[in-house]
T-cell receptor, first 114, second 115 residues
């Protein structure tokens, strides 16, 4: 069985500061990892994904995440955040046994303050 | 690409009434998922379909909940009778397939309030 743990439920930061949202997973087989973002009153949107290949993956808006197999982690980072990055972020995992049926973490609310 | 379309966006109903939530997946997507989101439980997978066939409904909380997918472009989630504890945001999502590297695309959700 899979599980995902997002270690911080809330992360407040100031604008232009760096941020890291932590995600750890457990699975007995090879995994695929995803970060989704949810803005207020909207559905979840795919931010980035790790399927295979390079362990560092990037999104179009400056976020990146690194798959670390030995640490079973997939932390999300951004070197300088904007107020518009305020949202809830969900880490999710799937594997070949679960197919596209994702297991989501509890979510991390990122609040960027001016 | 219009994305996943859900209706209504908001639904307020009284306990005991029937509620029907609707979803139109992205054209060409073969898999459809219904999720429920609450503060207490986060995101819960209720049921999912592949090629219009229900694959796993083990997440449906009670017999009061039912879901159908009569064709590739439409699905419904019905609650009858509704109860206050059903209040939540219900999301529909679709993906190209059930392959594990196929990302989910979510609709904007239906916020259900049962009084």
């Amino acid at each position: 069985a899979q599980s995902v743990t997002q270690l911080d439920s809330q992360v407040p930061v100031f604008e232009e500061a760096p941020v890291e949202l932590r995600c750890n997973y457990s699975s007995s087989v090879s995994v695929y990892l995803f970060w989704y973002v949810q803005y207020p009153n909207q559905g979840l949107q795919l931010l980035l994904k790790y399927l295979s290949g390079s362990t560092l993956v990037e999104s179009i808006n400056g976020f990146e995440a690194e798959f670390n197999k030995s640490q079973t982690s997939f932390h999300l980072r951004k070197p300088s955040v904007h107020i518009s990055d305020t949202a809830e972020y969900f880490c999710a995992v799937s594997d070949q046994t679960s197919g596209s049926r994702l297991t989501f973490g509890e979510g991390t609310q990122l609040t960027v303050n001016p | 690409d219009a994305g996943v379309i859900q209706s209504p966006r908001h639904e307020v109903t009284e306990m005991g009434q029937e509620v029907t939530l609707r979803c139109k997946p992205i054209s060409g997507h073969n898999s459809l998922f219904w999720y429920r989101q609450t503060m207490m439980r986060g995101l819960e997978l209720l049921i999912y379909f592949n090629n219009n066939v229900p694959i796993d409904d083990s997440g449906m909380p009670e017999d009061r909940f039912s879901a159908k997918m009569p064709n590739a472009s439409f699905s419904t989630l019905k609650i009858q009778p509704s109860e206050p504890r059903d209040s939540a945001v219900y999301f529909c999502a679709s993906s190209l397939s059930l392959r594990s590297n196929s990302p989910l695309h979510f609709g904007n959700g239906t916020r259900l309030t049962v009084t």
